[in-house]
């Protein structure tokens, strides 16, 4: 049986909703801990360098770069569910579980059939981490760079993304390359996160941040989006 291409439809229809969110965290985080480096401790759950001390650390899984397959930390033999900084990941199998999502329950994973089989590992992480909210994912090489292990940071030191009408159009274009098949849902998603009303055309999605701004992205027949647009000028209607 040959390995699977692109991840299950159900999964990407949970990770377009969520993705542009998980994104721009991403990218403050990663501005937030920058290039230094890091040392890992799962038993104390924390993430140091650079003076400065994270704790809050949940170990999602690892990546294997010979195998290109992916190993969640629960089945990982060396942890278990009990181990402090797995037993967080419970709630990800559990969502895992109710919205009947393979990836997320499935222990090991053969993404060789992938063509970016390292950055599905990436995507897997980002997506599967929103579900337990925090600020985002770290990852290092380890094994003598043969693989790579993910973990899930959530620490108040670390600064949360809020609505940002100047790169709202930027990122939602984004989001919509990694689910190219869900770009309505990638829309929707990022809307619904920062609590954006919204109105449905079949050409359009439009919304208006409470406060002020509007974001409007525009699709084609088939569903992909031809522009975003946004006016961080504007005021609420009276």
């Given amino acids: 049986m040959s390995a699977p291409s692109d991840f299950s439809p159900i999964f990407q229809a949970f990770a377009a909703d969520c993705t542009a969110a998980a994104i721009q965290q ?105 579900v337990l909210g925090g600020q985002g994912i770290w990852s290092c090489r380890i094994n003598e760079g043969k693989g790579s292990t993910y973990v899930h940071i959530d620490d108040p030191q670390v600064p949360v993304a809020q609505f940002e009408p100047a790169i709202a159009p930027d990122l939602l274009m984004r989001a919509a390359q990694v689910w190219p098949s869900e770009q309505r849902a990638v829309v929707r998603g990022m809307f619904r996160h920062f609590n954006i009303p919204s109105r449905e055309a079949p050409d359009r999605i439009a919304g208006r941040h409470p406060g002020g701004a509007v974001l409007t992205a525009n699709f084609d027949p088939a569903g992909n989006i031809t522009a975003v647009s946004g006016d961080s000028a504007a005021r609420p209607r009276a």
Avoid at 80 to 104: K, N, S
């Fill in 26 to 130: 991403q990218d403050l985080i990663n501005e937030f801990l920058g290039t230094h480096h890091r040392n890992l401790d799962l038993s104390a759950r924390t993430l140091t360098g650079n003076g400065l001390v994270l704790g809050g650390v949940t170990g999602l899984g690892s990546f294997s770069h010979l195998s290109q397959t992916w190993l969640w930390m629960w089945d990982n033999p060396a942890f278990d569910w009990e181990h402090p900084a797995v037993a967080p990941v419970r709630m990800i199998y559990q969502f895992g579980e109710r919205q009947d999502i393979p990836e997320l329950t499935t222990g090991h994973l053969d993404l060789s059939g992938f063509a970016n089989p390292h950055g599905a590992a990436t995507t897997l992480a980002i997506a599967s981490a929103y």
